[in-house]
């Protein structure tokens, strides 16, 4: 049976949805067929996690992270007619490179997509002599343009936002080291060309108050521009007994100056909690990569990494996640 019939009878909706389960109050709730994508689902894959998916010609189109059975850390594009059920082919992208831009990198790993103007920019976390942020281009999903790196290492989870803000391309990222972070916070950006960046804000970092975010912090989807500013949905780190356990929550950024911070929910939104979340290649993770939203409906379907090992998605009602923020926001 089509995983997409168990979402919804509707034909016309344009982004996977299932209701609100009548027992439940959850701001943010599972779909009931989780993970959409098993980590076998490439004939080499050790594990499919963290990956971006975007709207496409009648359908949909994403980059997802394939770690392969020789634990090499690639990004794989892939197709989808409902962005349930994915076909994601077989073999990592292979950049075109017009200009000279190094490409002695080591590894690609947790990719995002967003539409700007007139095609399809993608950013990952690109290993040269240490993790960086890798961009690159594409308007059919067959041919990807790789451009500059945009920051020296040590940078992670390099997000965009979906349109150029005060005549520039802007960017959040998580300043991080060569190792497994134990530290991080969100940092703005901002580029003319895509090239070069600067005018580095501080956003907002870790904080104690709040411990389900108490010892990092990190960008998660392409904010999402609504009345009230910029939603950004992102990922907070506990450092538990048992080691580090990965929820997810969101906050308001001022539209005309990003890194100001309208709004910030002290509640994840979603944490570990299913045994597919639980139990995996890396315990105790719930990853946000990227959200398909529907104005029109009120709709958001989010997708996040579980356990490093599968790709899982969640739903929400965007005007009650923001009103949610804002009732629960401690600043």
């Known amino acids: 049976m089509s995983t997409m019939s168990k979402i919804s009878e509707t034909q016309d909706l344009s ?40 709207r496409f010609g009648d359908g949909y189109a994403g980059v997802f992270r394939c770690d392969n059975r020789a634990r090499q850390m690639r990004i794989h594009v892939g197709f989808s007619g409902d962005a349930v059920n994915w076909e ?40 040269y002599h240490g993790p960086t942020i890798g961009i690159a281009y594409t308007y059919d999903f067959k041919t990807f343009h790789k451009l500059e790196n945009a920051f020296l290492p040590y940078n992670r989870n390099g997000v965009l936002f979906p349109r150029k803000i005060n005549g520039y ?27 070069y960046w600067g005018k580095h804000r501080y956003v907002m970092g870790a904080r104690d108050v709040t411990p389900w975010e108490s010892q990092k912090i990190g960008p998660g ?24 356990v990965y929820s997810f929550g969101g906050a308001i950024l001022d539209i005309d100056e990003p890194w100001k911070v309208k709004y910030r929910c002290q509640n994840y939104f979603l944490s570990p909690q299913m ?35 599968t790709t899982c998605l969640a739903f929400a009602n965007l005007s009650e996640l923001v009103a949610y923020i804002k009732k629960n926001s401690l600043l």
């Not at 989807?221 to 907070?236: C, K, N, Q, R, V």
């Open 15 to 54: 982004i996977p949805w299932e209701e609100r389960p009548c027992d439940s109050n959850e701001i943010v709730w599972r779909y009931s067929c989780n993970p959409v994508i098993q980590r076998d689902q490439t004939p080499t894959s050790n594990s499919i996690f963290n990956s971006a998916v975007v």
């Open 88 to 127: 994601i082919a077989p073999k990592p992208i292979e950049f075109k490179i017009e200009t000279p831009v190094p490409d002695d990198y080591q590894y690609a790993y947790d990719p995002r997509v967003c539409f700007i103007e007139d095609r399809y920019y993608v950013s990952w976390c690109n290993g």
């Open 169 to 195: 391309y802007a960017m959040v990222s998580r300043p991080s080291d060569t190792g497994h972070t134990p530290f991080g916070d969100i940092f703005y950006s901002q580029s003319k060309d895509l090239e």
């Open 221 to 244: 989807p392409t904010p999402i521009e609504t009345a009230d500013g910029w939603l950004m949905i992102y990922h907070g780190v506990l450092n538990s007994c048992n080691g580090f």
């Open 275 to 309: 045994p597919y979340e639980c139990f995996g290649d890396v315990p105790n993770v719930t990853f946000p990569c990227s959200a398909l939203v529907d104005e029109e409906n009120d709709r958001i379907a989010i997708y996040y990494g579980a356990a490093d090992t």
